[in-house]
């Protein structure tokens, strides 16, 4: 298969757009994953301190023969290790699961809108990590319009990257746009409507919710393509210039996935998906998230 195309952040780093999710994966799933997805092609990982499987991830780029450095390793930091030695804190124990000296992107899992003197705390010191060469780039995730501006206004480096949910059904435009507008790359979490149609195991809102893979528009898009609904969905991510970060456990699907680099969308057909926004989040609100809800400590390494 074809190597992922790169996109350039705003400090000049490069990233592979299409990455992978380990999100609610468990660590005896992750291993083989990781090591399926880097066999398939993959040279981009996305995982995070809470969703506890970073020993894992750097157990499945051992156990792969990928040299690190051909490896883009992207991590959060949780609200529990928000504030600025926290950071620091959380940046080494990361580091030390993932088994890696770098990291190539940290970035901050949440806003803290409760407690946001920690939330900017926590991004200085990300700010120093990367002035040390600790990591080689550093972002933000399920920031709003007006999160970003708020952060912008205490902190000295722009964020290289916005990692948010968004599929067709839920595009965030004018977020895209306000990220862009300061040279933030958009990255998609549940880039093909996950979010739609997994179990609700986080006790997140599944009123009338339906499932991105059983809507006839991208269907028909498929079966014109020849192609799967999931990849009509990459596709799109990828021809309007974002990154996005699929997650499977399943072989097949992890190379399903990464097969997505020959398919060329119409114009008619971008329009076509764009006009399946429903601008209804199904994920959690960022508002919504406080150290008292989401209050899950990380181990130590």
């Known amino acids: 298969m074809s190597a992922a195309p790169l996109l350039t952040l705003n400090n000049g780093v490069t990233l592979p757009a299409l990455g992978f999710g380990v999100f609610q994966s468990s660590p005896e799933e992750t291993v083989p994953a990781v090591e399926a997805a880097l066999a398939t092609g993959y040279r981009h990982i996305d995982t995070a301190a809470v969703y506890f499987n970073e020993h894992a991830v750097g157990e499945g780029l051992r156990r792969s023969g990928v040299d690190r450095s051909q490896v883009f390793l992207e991590t959060k930091i949780w609200i529990s290790d928000y504030g600025y030695e926290q950071t620091l804190h959380a940046f080494a124990k990361s580091a030390t699961k993932l088994g890696v000296d770098q990291i190539d992107l940290l970035i901050l899992h949440q806003p803290l809108p409760s407690a946001f003197d920690a939330t900017v705390d926590s991004y200085r010191a990300l700010e120093k990590l990367l002035a040390d060469g600790s990591v080689r780039a550093i972002g933000v995730s399920n920031f709003t319009a007006e999160h970003l501006e708020a952060l912008l206004k205490r902190t000295e480096v722009v964020p290289a990257v916005n990692q948010v949910e968004l599929h067709p059904y839920f595009a965030q435009r004018d977020l895209q746009r306000a990220a862009a507008a300061h040279g933030i790359l958009t990255q998609a979490w549940s880039p093909i409507g996950g979010v739609t149609f997994y179990p609700d195991t986080l006790g997140w809102s599944a009123e009338n919710r339906t499932s991105t893979l059983t809507e006839p528009v991208i269907l028909g898009i498929a079966q014109a393509h020849g192609v799967s609904a999931a990849q009509v969905m ?46 209804t989040r199904n994920g959690p609100e960022p508002e919504a998230v406080t150290l008292e809800t989401g209050n899950w400590p990380i181990p130590e390494a």
């Open 234 to 279: 990459l596709a799109w991510h990828l021809r309007q210039g974002r990154s996005a970060i699929p997650k499977s456990v399943r072989p097949e699907r992890i190379a399903e996935n990464f097969d997505v680099f020959g398919i060329e969308l119409s114009d008619a057909e971008l329009v076509a998906l764009d006009a399946l926004d429903r601008g």
